[in-house]
């Protein structure tokens, strides 16, 4: 059963702790994608990656940190200099020209 | 800088209604352009991919068209139902290397 998966649907951090966001595809895609929805607003990019061992900034790459040491894996990790965490975090993976989603985690600050 | 708007913000309508949602790119230097679903605290669903030298593509009841010298795209919805209810997204992409932009959706509920 190909597709991107997404974990966990929902994460809770405390004030100061670094959390991880996993992100894995078998797709096959070479090209992976980390976005940040807000409600009500549109999906904004953290990080992308071309290809294993190479990512770029997003728009709001600012308190994220990402790796892409194998092609199925693109972890984001959320750090404690991220102020205002709390959001829907959602993965995509293209191959050729069309883009996937995962099912999102919820990251909530507490 | 890309920017992409979305028209209408929210829409409402009777089952059994035709509709169109409207989405708008301010460069049309567009390698695609493709359109979305998303349901409440849910991922993305692609509904239609248009490749930037295509007019249109059309998936059962959803027909997208793409008018890439004037920066916009259609999203016609036939017959709509109340399980067509959710948002749509619609995101260009730029090209290989590059990210897509996307708007910031039509949130549409169709009443039974």
């Known amino acids: 059963d190909g597709g991107i998966t997404q974990s966990p649907k929902y994460l809770f951090r405390k004030e100061g702790q670094n959390v991880t966001l996993s992100c894995e595809q078998n797709?096959?895609?070479?090209?992976m994608y980390w976005y940040r929805q807000d409600p009500g607003q549109g999906l904004r990019l953290i990080y992308y990656?071309?290809?294993?061992?190479?990512?770029q900034k997003g728009d709001i790459a600012e308190g994220y940190s990402v790796s892409r040491e194998k092609k199925e894996s693109f972890p984001l990790t959320v750090t404690s200099a991220q102020k205002n965490p709390t959001a829907f975090y959602l993965c995509?993976?293209?191959?050729?020209?069309?883009?996937?989603f995962g099912q999102g985690t919820r990251l909530t600050v507490v | 800088k890309q920017e992409v708007t979305q028209i209408p913000a929210a829409l409402s309508v009777p089952e059994g209604e035709n509709l169109v949602l409207n989405c708008s790119f301010t460069d049309s230097a567009i390698y695609n352009l493709q359109w979305f679903r998303q349901d409440p605290g849910k991922g993305l669903t692609s509904l239609l991919l248009i490749q930037s030298s295509q007019r249109e593509q059309t998936s059962g009841r959803l027909n997208a068209s793409l008018d890439k010298s004037s920066g916009r795209s259609t999203l016609y919805i036939a017959a709509s139902q109340p399980g067509d209810s959710a948002t749509y997204l619609c995101?260009?992409?730029?090209?290989?290397?590059?990210?897509?932009?996307f708007g910031p959706g039509t949130r549409l509920s169709v009443l039974p």
């Open positions: 797709l096959n895609h070479d090209a």
């Open positions: 995101a260009v992409w730029l090209g290989y290397g590059q990210n897509f932009v």
């Open positions: 990656s071309q290809i294993v061992n190479d990512f």
């Open positions: 995509a993976s293209m191959g050729n020209t069309e883009a996937f």
